[in-house]
C-alpha cells in the first residue's frame, strides 16, 4: 500500500519539505531534485512583487509552492501576507510565520492561531509554524489547521530535536500531521523526529549551507524515508533502563497457595 | 547637555546603562584565557563581547572569523543584501569637525527637487536594486521632514526597501516618514564619548548627544521596522565605542523584541605615515576583529560594510560577517544621472566605486546569494 501524506485535500508521496532561502537559485533545482521533495517553502517578502515568476522557473513542475508570511510580526500583517500570496498566483497553501522578536525569531503562538483561524474561513491550507505548545496546537486545530509545524530548536541553529519531549506529545494528542519545522541540522536528527511519528520533516539552513547542497538533499531524504519506514514497522520494544528477571512487586500473586 | 525646546524627551535609561558599561570597560585586563572562554560561548555575553573587542583578542582573529562566520551562515545562509544610498541633499547647519558635508566646509551645496529625485530612483532601478538608503545632510531648514517624506513617497513607486539616514526626529516625525514608506531608520552615533562628542560637534542641533542617543528607540516608537546603529571608528577609543554600538543595540532589541538591528562599521582611516604610533588607529585588521565581534554578540543582525572599505577587504568581509553591501555608489547630490553629473559635492571619498553589477557578481564569485529585497511592507 502507498504511504500518503494528506494535506488538507492534497496528497504527497514526499516527506521532505524544503527551505528556499538562504541559497542561490540555480542550487534549489538541484536540492528538490535530490530531495525528491514535492513542497518548497517560499518567502513572499524574498520574492518581491512581480518576482515569483522568476522563482517559479527555477522549481521543477510539480512541485507544491508553500508561501509563508515571513516579515509578519502580528496575525493582521500575516493575513495580508497570505492574501498577497494569493494575488500573485502561489496557490491556496500558507505557512503561517508571526514572530516578533527578532533576535530567536521565536513564533508568536497566540498571534499564529488567530491568524490561522481568520485564513482557515477563507479557504487556504493552513500550516502554522508554532512553538511545542499542546493548548496552542489545539488551539491551531481547532482554528482549521492542516497540519501543526512545531519547532525542534530555534530557526538556523541546526541543534536538532531540543524540543522532543514536547513534539512527542504533539504527535501524540493532535490528530493532524505534525510537521518538524526549524532547528533540524543532520539527517540523523530528521531521521529521529520520523521515527518519532512526524508526517514530515522541514529542513532549509541544514541543506543550504553544507558543502555539498545536492549531495546533502539527497542524505536527508534517505533519512527521512527510513524513519517514516521504521516507524511503519513499529520499532521492537526497548527497554530503557535495566530490567530484572524476578518481579519483586508483584511476585506475591503468585505465592496464593502458602496461605 | 540640555535638550532644545522643541526635542522630544522619551522615558529611557538606556543612555545611562550604555555610558555607565562603556566606562567600566576595561580592555587592558582581559587574558587570552577571557578571549578562549568567549569564543566557547554558546551565546556571547556583554561581558564576553569585552573581551572580543580587547586587545588579547588579536592574535585570535582567525578563530574570531571561523566563529563568525558559521554564526552569520546560521542566521543569513549564503545571503548578501544589496542596496545604494541616495544622497538628495548635501546642505548642513552642523559642525562636524571630521564631516565633508560640515556647514564651514565651502563645497557646492544642493538639493534634489522632486522631479531630479525621481529621476535619480529610475536611473538606480534601472540596475536591479530593490533597496535604497535616502540620505540628506543634516539640516531641518533646507531639507524638512515633509520634503524627505516626498522623497519616501517616490522611491516606494520604485524600491520595494526604503531606509532613511537624516537628521534624528521626534517619535511622530518618524511615523510620519513610516507612513511614506520608510521602514528603516540609521543614525549615527559617531562617538559615544560625550566629551570627545562635545570637542567634535562644535555646531548645530547634533551637540544634543542624547538626543541623538534616543533617536533609535523613537524611531521604533514611531513604528520603524528597524534601526541602524554605528560609531565611526577612530573618533575616539575604537574598542570602547565599538562596545557601546554592540551594547546599545543590544539593549534597544531588549526593550524591543520585534525591532530588526542593523550595525555599520564605517571608521576613519589611520593616517599612511603615522601607522605606529597611536595605539587607537583602526587598522583593518581591528576592523575585522570589531566587525566579526558584534557578529558574535549580535548573531541576529545585519551588518553593513561600507564603500569606505576597499574591494578586497568588502569581497573578503561578507564570507565572514557583513551580510548587506552597497554597490553603484555616489555619495554626492545628483550623481545617478544620465551622465552621472553632480549637482552638489561628495561627503567622502570612496575606496570601491563598483557598479552594482560588478558587485552582484562579486558577491556570486565568492559563493553567496545577492538579495535585492528580503522584506515586505505591510
Redesign the interface.
Known sequence: MKDIFKLGDHEFTSRFILGS?????DLIKAAVENAGAQIITL????A??GNVANILDYIPKGVTLLPNTS???NAE?AV??AH?AREVGCGDFIKIEC???????LPDNYETAKAAEILAKEGYVVMPYMYPDLNAARDMMNAGAACIMPLGAPI???KGLCTKEFIQILIDEIPLPVIVDAGIGRPSQACEAMEMGAAAVMA??AI??AGDVPAMAEAFKKAIEAGRTAYLSKPGRVLEKGASASSPLTGFLEDRGEA | MKYLPDMEVINSDMLERVVSEMEGYDYSEFTAEDVKAALRADVLSPRGFQALLSPAAEPFIEELAQRAQAET???????VMMFTPVYIANYCENYCIYCGFNCHNKIRRAKLNEEEIEREFIEIAKTGL?EVLILTGESRKMSDVKYIGEACRIARKYF?VIGVEVYPMNSDEYRYLHECGADYVTVFQETYNSDKYETLHLEGHKRIFPYRFYAQERAVMGGMRGVGFAALLGLDDFRKDAFATGYHAYLL?QKY?????AVSCPRLRPIINNESINPKDVHEKQLLQVICAYRLFLP?ASITISTRECERFRDNIIKIAATKISGGVSVGIGGHGENGEEKGDEQFDISDGRSVQEVYEAI?RAGM?P??????Y?
Not at chain 1, 99 to 105: A, H, T, V
Not at chain 2, 73 to 79: D, E, T
Open positions: 532561502g538562504k541559497y542561490s537559485l518567502a513572499l517578502r524574498r518581491a512583487a516579515g509578519a510580526r500583517e495580508r501576507i498577497l514572530i516578533r522578536d527578532s533576535k530567536y525569531l538556523g541553529t541546526n532549509n539552513t543550504a549551507t | 551562515r546560521k542566521h543569513f545562509g549564503n545571503s530593490q520595494n532589541q523584541p520585534h525591532a530588526e538591528i541576529f556570486e546569494q538579495v535585492m529585497s528580503d522584506y515586505i505591510v
